[in-house]
């Protein structure tokens, strides 16, 4: 049986909050608050699929607890390869849909440039926004939900997001 790692950093809660319903999706999963749990970027090493949640902030960055465990994977550059990852996080398309949810794109990026294989893209359709750097071929590069303008929402797209990781990932 695959070893879940669900990798999160929130500022508001939201991302939290869709964290713990993964992780109760994912029975046995492992929920690390990059705030209080992360212990440095070894601890990728100890699962085979990494769930990585990141609300977007600022020009379309990533959540700030992500800030130095990036830093540090773009320098270190480690072997990333044979793990399964997917990205998930809050962004608000309405007051920032110049950058909406354009941190998992930024994620996306650097874990697959370290040979992790991407899974969990998701439709586009149902949000309007400007431009993303999450979109890659006309969908998501994970999933994108909007706790500030769709909020009634999340829940059944988590939810839909996590039977779709299952299939593709056959877990």
């Not at 007051?95 to 994620?107: Q, R």
């Not at 994970?142 to 996590?162: H, I, K, M, P, Y």
Request: hydrophobic share 35%; net charge negative; glycine share 12%.
């Amino acid at each position: 049986m695959a070893k879940i790692g669900i990798f999160f950093g929130s500022s508001t809660g939201a991302t939290r909050e869709a964290a713990e319903q993964l992780a109760g999706e994912f029975k046995g999963s492992e929920l690390i608050d990059m705030e209080e749990d992360f212990e440095g970027i070894d601890q990728f090493d100890e699962f085979d699929v990494l769930l990585i949640g990141s609300s977007t902030w600022g020009q379309g960055d990533p959540q700030r607890d992500w800030v130095d465990p990036l830093y540090e994977l773009s320098n270190d550059r480690p072997d990333l390869g044979g793990k399964k990852v997917a990205f998930f996080g809050a962004g608000d398309q309405k007051t920032h849909g110049e950058h909406f949810v354009s941190a998992l794109g930024k994620m996306h990026e650097l874990f697959t440039s370290l040979g992790a294989e991407a899974y969990g893209f998701t439709p586009t359709v149902g949000f309007e926004y400007e431009y993303s750097l999450a979109e890659k071929d006309g969908k998501f590069c994970g999933l994108a939900f909007d706790n500030v303008n769709q909020e009634e929402l999340t829940e059944s797209r988590v939810s839909a997001w996590a039977s779709q990781l299952k299939d593709e990932m056959g877990l």
